[in-house]
């Protein structure tokens, strides 16, 4: 099992546990700071000897993993794990429960940090979902649900309602049963890969939303409503999903970049083909999605 360092502000140190628990249930063991050392050893050692500790226990880790905003602390541990060449992750504390993977970009930063941005994103590419997703029949869909909650972690349950807007861009609103969101995604719909801009908001938020948009010309064109169960599965999210009057999909993702989007394409090829499910063709995919497009009413 990989060894994982997760940096993180002082100001989150009363989500040490969770933080820790995110780590193992990602199947890697955590060398936290805040739980080895507590808080500074409640200063009875010069603060210095605790970041030697730290320092040391980053060289002997496997990668970083940071975790919400970006101190001046964290900022020297992420610059000291790019001189060791360790892999660094990226993640957005939303709640106790929640813990969401986030590309540098998306960083936030304490005081005014803001200026270092630069040298965390660097040259790297945008991060992108990229998946794989097949029509399956309703039998197999329990046969696929059955192998997960045996063999796979259960992330989540969410039923959500989704709003598809009458634009050029790709733009929508969901509300699940936690919260609400608001989100753009870039490219073409059934791209394999493709980059994604979000931003959470409340759960009671979502008609307010909906009637801003409303409000600037921008109506609900499609609405969706799916009932999802996400799994992690060997470091693969994976969602089943049922929509009403559109049918049953497994879907495969793995967040990459440009640069490695077509081995990961291949990588969920290959795990497609471990569950002996067909990759359903793009082109029934926009058969589906055009009928349901002009169904939808119906439908639901």
């Given at each position: ?92 504390i939303v709640n106790s429960r929640e813990i969401k993977e986030i590309s540098p970009e998306e960083c936030k930063y304490e005081d005014n940090l803001n200026m270092f941005k630069k040298e965390i994103t660097g040259s790297q590419s945008k991060k992108i979902e990229v998946e794989l997703r097949s ?166």
């Open positions: 099992m990989k060894i994982i360092y997760p940096a993180y502000s002082k100001h989150n140190f009363y989500f040490r546990e969770h933080i820790s628990r995110f780590v193992l249930e990602q199947d890697y063991i955590p060398l936290n700071p805040f739980m080895i050392f507590q808080y500074f050893m409640l200063d009875t050692i010069d603060r210095d000897k605790i970041r030697e500790g730290n320092n040391n226990l980053i060289k002997k880790a496997d990668e970083l993993w940071v975790f919400g905003q970006i101190s001046d602390g964290v900022l020297k541990e992420i610059k000291l794990a790019k001189q060791e060449n360790k892999p660094v992750r990226y993640f957005e029509f399956i029949a309703e039998e197999r869909y329990k046969k696929l649900m059955e192998f997960f909650k045996e063999n796979a972690k259960l992330v989540k349950e969410d039923f959500q309602e989704t709003h598809y807007f009458d634009c050029d861009s790709d733009l929508r609103i969901q509300k699940g049963n936690e919260s609400s969101k608001i989100w753009m995604k870039k490219g073409k719909i059934h791209d394999d890969a493709r980059e994604e801009i979000e931003i959470k908001i409340p759960k009671e938020d979502f008609e307010k939303a909906r009637e801003i948009f409303k409000n600037i010309g921008l109506n609900t064109e499609i609405i969706w409503l799916r009932d999802r169960k996400q799994f992690d599965w060997e470091g693969i999210k994976i969602c089943l999903d049922y929509t009403k009057g559109y049918g049953y999909i497994i879907e495969l993702e793995k967040i990459g970049t440009e640069n490695n989007k077509q081995e990961i394409i291949e990588e969920l090829k290959q795990k497609l083909n471990e569950l002996n499910v067909p990759i359903t063709p793009r082109e029934e995919f926009e058969r589906a999605y055009n009928f349901y497009k002009q169904n939808w009413r119906s439908l639901i």
